[in-house]
């Protein structure tokens, strides 16, 4: 029986992402997650007596900011050699020799493959042959898969390539090459990077991307690891998904529909957030949550008025639920309004007047010739004022990708959703106040 580890993508000490600005953001969680990441991939691998490691790229995150980098990685497959474990690394776009500047010289154990042609490395004690390529530039767009050579026959054959295979959403299309490329070799296994993504491409022989080790960030979501490889004496390979995050990141989409007043929105996501205490994993992992309120309610018209106050009491709730262990990311309040605005749109008020008018200078409108011109000097002007908004504020929160740009006819559709709930719920406020 033989046993390895497939990795890949570990972006070790990846930079955060403007992660400071948000109050009681775990910071130090996740400046130092990737780290504790890589930290259970060793002790996992001396655990289950692998006899070797597989990276396939994205080892690093660009350049180090200082050597510690470098360091923290020497000694963690220092640990491995100690263990007998060899390490086999192929270069990815992030880590390719021309974006790093730094190295140090890795332990006697470690080996990386050549970025200049695919290249094959032996071990006739254990009957494996391994394949691979590294990324010799950032921008790889060859298929570098076409010059790997065929399987070495009597022996267990894998190939590890950093690569989008067809394209994968939310991944450059680097070196790029189809399914029936990689079949062709007739490998037993492929241990594949790039995607951040756990997939399974085939089964029969096994193609697969483990996904990172550790998420970043909100489009990073669910549960990240590696793959751990089992080839039994008779040939069948049996493959696991372990575990190794530290934060995980996670969506919870709740539903306000039937929510009378603000306190029974804040009710609802405090049961959805006691599911997510109750998780088994809950213990053993920090969540970093974005929360998702949608639904039509009567508690939307007082919510619009003051959504911040009501965000706030919202993490405040889940500060205390948690005891500290789920830090919200964001919360998206996606209600709507209990009033049917497509009647209110019928009357022959002002109200019904700004409805109609709002709806008219929407993108669905924007074909009819009559609506052009308005609608062209509308967007100038909402840009405008966004612009001068966006220069009074910090470059942190300018950058925020949640900043809505109003030449996005997406974008601009959701901002004059938003803005007729909120006129709407303001004006009948205020009408219901007077």
């Not at 130090?28 to 692998?50: D, G, M, S």
């Not at 690394?89 to 974006?99: L, R, Y």
């Not at 409108?365 to 009074?392: F, V």
């Amino acid at each position: 029986m033989l046993k390895f580890l497939h990795t890949a993508d570990i972006h070790l000490d990846s930079p955060l992402l403007g992660l400071e600005r948000y109050e009681g953001a775990p910071v130090e969680e996740i400046r130092c997650a990737t780290r504790q990441a890589l930290q259970n991939l060793t002790e996992l691998a001396i655990q289950e007596k692998v006899k070797f490691l597989l990276i396939c790229g994205d080892l690093y995150d660009g350049d180090w900011k200082d050597y510690n980098t470098g360091l923290f990685l020497v000694k963690e497959m220092a640990k491995l050699r100690e263990a007998g474990i060899r390490v086999f690394i192929v270069s990815g776009n992030h880590d390719a020799e021309s974006h790093i500047t730094r190295s140090l010289k890795m332990p006697e154990n470690v080996y990386r493959f050549s970025t200049k042609k695919a290249e094959t490395k032996t071990m006739e004690d254990l009957g494996v042959a391994i394949h691979g390529q590294g990324f010799a530039g950032r921008a790889v767009m060859d298929n570098l898969s076409v010059t790997y050579p065929k399987a070495i026959p009597n022996l267990f054959n894998i190939g590890m390539l950093h690569t989008s295979v067809n394209g994968r959403e939310d991944s450059e299309p680097y070196a790029p090459c189809s399914k029936e490329d990689l079949l062709a070799k007739g490998y037993d296994y492929w241990a594949l990077g790039h995607v951040h993504k756990r997939e399974i491409v085939h089964d029969d022989p096994w193609i697969i991307f483990p996904g990172n080790i550790q998420g970043r960030h909100i489009k990073e979501s669910g549960a990240k690891g590696c793959t751990l490889v089992t080839v039994e004496d008779g040939g069948s390979v049996v493959i696991n998904h372990l575990n190794l995050d530290l934060v995980r990141w996670d969506v919870c989409t709740v539903d306000a529909s039937g929510a009378e007043n603000p306190e029974d929105i804040i009710e609802k996501v405090r049961s959805e957030i006691k599911n997510k205490i109750n998780d088994n994993d809950y213990e053993e992992h920090f969540l970093a949550m974005r929360l998702l309120i949608n639904g039509r309610c009567k508690a939307h018209d007082k919510v619009a008025v003051n959504p911040e106050k009501w965000k706030m009491e919202i993490r405040a709730m889940v500060a205390d639920e948690s005891g500290g262990r789920i830090w919200i990311e964001k919360i998206k309040l996606n209600t709507g309004t209990k009033i049917d605005l497509d009647d209110l749109m019928k009357g022959k008020d002002p109200i019904a007047d700004l409805l109609v008018f709002i709806d008219e200078i929407s993108p669905a409108k924007s074909h009819l010739p009559e609506y052009e011109e308005d609608i062209i000097g509308l967007k100038k002007q909402i840009t405008a004022e966004i612009t001068r908004l966006q220069s009074k504020l910090p470059a942190e929160i300018r950058g925020a990708d949640e900043w809505p740009d109003p030449e996005d006819p997406e974008d601009f559709h959701d901002l004059l959703k938003v803005v007729k709930q909120l006129l709407i719920s303001t004006l009948l406020a205020q009408g219901d106040a007077s």
